[in-house]
């Protein structure tokens, strides 16, 4: 499979709990994009790395928040002390020249 | 920054009707990208089409139809001959062309095609 995988394809956790996502982006790609996307709402911006460099941040995400990508290949999203405001599909993109390669994303649902 | 507005909340048709999606834009940069995504329910993005902002040529490919008319900040898609396989939600996605190309996704249109 050579497209963006992104693991675990679900997760229900409790409140207060420490969640972590990774993502494994197309291998070539440089670029990786974190987006979260609510119910009904288009996705959001969180965070942006060109190789392992996180570039940019969204306001979005809070300090309980944390993103990795070391050595430039996969890359890892945490939320620590999750909230019910957490639930969302969290989705994360790979891209070449302007195209963005996105996975299926991980659902989460914080109970 | 870049903003979309795509007006049609929700648009149902049924199969082989032609549909227009509509799109509208805004954006302070002079180049930009813009896209079209469909997310089916199973929840991936899937690639449409993708057009630049100094190319208004409109093309058509396959079922998929696109006018983009710069002076209007419009960018509108257009299936032909739906089919109920197109049920997906549909963005409008206009991107940065400085560095980050960072995507901003509207709330979508979604689109029913009814047999």
């Known amino acids: 499979d050579t497209g963006v995988s992104q693991d675990p394809r679900h997760k229900i956790t409790k409140r207060g709990q420490n969640v972590t996502f990774r993502c494994d982006p197309i291998?070539?790609?440089?670029?990786l994009y974190w987006y979260r996307q609510t119910l009904g709402q288009g996705p959001e911006f969180l965070t942006y790395?060109?190789?392992?460099?996180?570039?940019?941040k969204s306001r979005l995400l809070s300090d309980r928040f944390s993103a990795e990508r070391p050595k430039g290949s996969f890359s890892t999203l945490e939320i620590q002390r999750t909230e019910q405001g957490d639930s969302a599909m969290y989705l994360c993109?790979?891209?070449?020249?302007?195209?963005?390669?996105f996975g299926q994303g991980t659902r989460l649902t914080v109970v | 920054a870049q903003k979309v507005t795509q007006a049609q909340t929700e648009i149902s048709v049924v199969e082989k009707e032609d549909v227009t999606l509509d799109c509208v834009y805004e954006?302070?940069?002079?180049?930009?990208?813009l896209f079209w995504y469909k997310q089916p329910p199973s929840g991936e993005l899937v690639f449409l089409i993708r057009?630049?902002?100094?190319?208004?040529q409109n093309e058509i490919s396959g079922r998929y139809s696109w006018n983009f008319q710069k002076s209007t900040s419009s960018f509108n898609f257009t299936i032909t001959a739906s089919q109920v396989v197109d049920s997906a939600v549909y963005f409008c996605?206009?991107?940065?062309?400085?560095?980050?190309?960072?995507?901003?996704f509207g709330t979508g249109t979604r689109l029913k095609v009814l047999a």
């Open positions: 996605v206009p991107s940065n062309n400085s560095g980050t190309y960072k995507y901003i």
């Open positions: 291998s070539e790609h440089n670029r």
């Open positions: 954006t302070r940069d002079t180049t930009y990208y």
């Open positions: 057009r630049n902002s100094f190319d208004e």
């Open positions: 993109a790979s891209i070449t020249g302007y195209e963005a390669f």
């Open positions: 790395f060109q190789n392992e460099a996180q570039l940019e």
